[in-house]
């Protein structure tokens, strides 16, 4: 068990969370909340029934579930909801600064406008950052196990409103889908100004890590554990200076690892490459941000070591420089009132 000095101390430490699917923070509770309102039927016997579903075998295993779900999404106010359900549980673990998920050609494929989606995710965050101080932006990931075509209609559906949006991602099931594929989305996603992230070596080999880099061109990457696999590849992550967005509790959860003391976070901190750390999927895993962290005090991370993935989260997230700036300040504040623990 993590002390209670440094699990309160981890939850007020200024972070920013840049790997978050918003369909992930769905809670079973107002899955079947939302599924009421807009009478939508489950395929469960009731929350109990699903919340005995949270088991899972890898990572299409718990797709399955994800997608299923999403269907009880079906207006702008229950995007709204959504976002707001997750920021105040972010606020509470020390969230500053959060670049969300989300899958828009789901929603489009469940019927929904894609403004609608747009609008409701939007109105969540304005309204978070009213209530919490948590800054957001937004980036829609193609799913990579849909046609290509469709990520490209999607990309040219989501282009009128690009000056909303802070970049594109990719995800979904990863293996047999490399990112080689999504060459041409990503140029035209960064023509039109996005930032370019994609998720790689979760499940997939350095191989996928090393296509998202050279032919994505992303500026970071989501999981990337395993260009530990690939030493020249780790030096060009570190040299460009793409952060990993790493996930603890969504790769045990996923079986990626069958013990946490498997990951090769240090190895990849001893290269040189920056990590943060973030949640992935919460409402499925098992915890928020802080309790990804918590469970790195457990393995034996020190309060000073998990404070600079903190701080390597700030660097990484896509602010400007006035508000990279603040959020570096409030760090500062946060590190000088615990300077006693951080020696
Ligand atoms: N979509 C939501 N969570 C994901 C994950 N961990 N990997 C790939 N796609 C996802
Ligand atoms: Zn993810």
Known sequence: MVSPIISDAIRTMPKAELHLHIEGTLEPELAYELAERNKVELPFAGLEDLRQR????????????????????????????????YLSKAHEQGVVRSEIFFDPQVHVENGIDIDTVLDGLLA???????????????????????????????????????????????????????????????????????????????????????????????????????????????????ERGIALTCCPLSNLKLKVVNDLDELPLQRLIDSGVSITVNSDDPAYFGGYIADNYDALAELGFTLPQLAQLAENSLHAAFVDDDERDGMLKAFSLWAQTHKDLLV
């Open 124 to 238: 969540g965050t304005l309204l978070g950052r009213e209530r919490y101080g948590i800054s957001c932006g937004l980036i829609p990931c193609i799913v990579r196990d849909m046609p290509v075509q469709s990520a490209e209609e999607i990309v040219d559906a989501l282009a009128p409103r690009a000056s909303e949006l802070l970049g594109l991602g990719l995800d979904s099931a990863e293996v047999g889908y490399p990112p080689e594929l999504f060459g041409d989305v990503f140029a035209r996603a960064r023509e039109i100004g996005l930032h370019l992230v994609a998720h790689a070596g979760e499940e997939g080999p350095a191989e996928y890590v090393s296509q998202a880099v050279h032919d994505l061109k992303v500026e970071r990457v989501d999981h990337g554990i395993r260009s530990v696999e690939d030493a020249e590849l780790l030096n060009t992550i570190q």
């Open 54 to 85: 949270y088991h899972f075998t890898n990572l299409q295993s718990f797709l399955d579930l994800y997608y299923e779900l999403m269907n009880v999404l079906r207006t702008a106010d229950d995007f709204k909801d959504l976002v707001l359900a």
